[in-house]
């Protein structure tokens, strides 16, 4: 589906990230993921890729810094020749009540999760454009929709994707752009593994399908809005939560 297509996944070293560099190169593209520094992990992920016998390669970036984010990408396209899918995953959690959460938890939530989307779409927009041609998924989570206690940092991080998501459908779908969003509920990462057993159980209970999701699930979605199956779709937030935002 994906032959002769280069992804950039930002966060793409571990979680949903990882998940979604896996499955893009499974069906055929080339791989650049954008990583907040080289990790064990990184490493890991881009092994993966290699024995698939896909070309990637990993790119040390912050996505919180434009000045940053507009070298790699220009670096990306040197080195790949072209990027025709955009995966926005790169995101951090500094939960706590609003009244105890200083300055810097609420701005580097912030600055990575929404401005980081916001940047590395900037940064390759323009690519798009030359190309007439462009997929972006942003994920984004329900708790942007919801929202819940002890994450308004998060919360609103995700909210702003959303809203950015479908500002950039509309100002770019005549170009042959798409722009969608994906909202996970609770998923098997890292993050959800800080849960206690007994949180676990009783977010379950909150969950129809009674389980997390697994990130392999979210990549599934996220190559359908990615592939060529789904040029009529733009400016969606679908979410994949077992139905707990029913």
């Not at 996944?9 to 990583?35: F, H, M, N, W, Y």
């Not at 912050?62 to 926005?88: A, P, Y």
């Amino acid at each position: 589906m994906f032959v002769g297509k280069t992804a950039i996944i930002t966060g793409g070293s571990r979680g949903i990230g990882a998940a979604c560099a896996v499955k893009l190169a499974e069906q055929g593209a080339d791989i650049a993921i954008l990583a907040a520094h080289m990790s064990e992990k990184a490493g890991e992920t881009a092994g993966i890729i290699e024995k698939m016998g896909r070309k990637v390669k990993v790119y040390v970036c912050d996505v919180s810094d434009f000045s940053q984010v507009s070298k790699t990408v220009e670096t990306v396209i040197n080195d790949f020749s072209h990027i025709d899918i955009l995966v926005n995953s790169a995101g951090i959690t500094k939960d706590k009540l609003i009244i105890q959460m200083t300055d810097e938890e609420i701005d580097s939530v912030i600055d990575t999760n929404l401005k980081g989307c916001m940047y590395v779409t900037k940064a390759c927009i323009r690519s798009f454009m030359r190309q007439k041609n462009g997929r972006i998924v942003n994920i984004a989570s329900v708790v942007g929709l919801m929202g819940n206690a002890g994450q308004a940092n998060y919360a609103a991080s995700k909210a702003g994707v959303i809203g950015f998501t479908k500002s950039i459908a509309k100002e770019y779908a005549s170009k042959g752009i798409t722009c969608n969003a994906v909202a996970p509920g609770f998923i098997c990462t890292d993050m959800t593994g800080a849960l206690s057993g007994d949180q676990i159980e009783a977010i379950k209970k909150n969950i129809p399908c009674g389980r997390f999701g697994q990130a392999g699930e979210v990549a599934e979605l996220v190559a359908f809005l990615a592939g060529d199956n789904s040029t009529y779709i733009t400016g969606e937030v679908i979410k994949i939560d077992g139905g707990m935002y029913i």
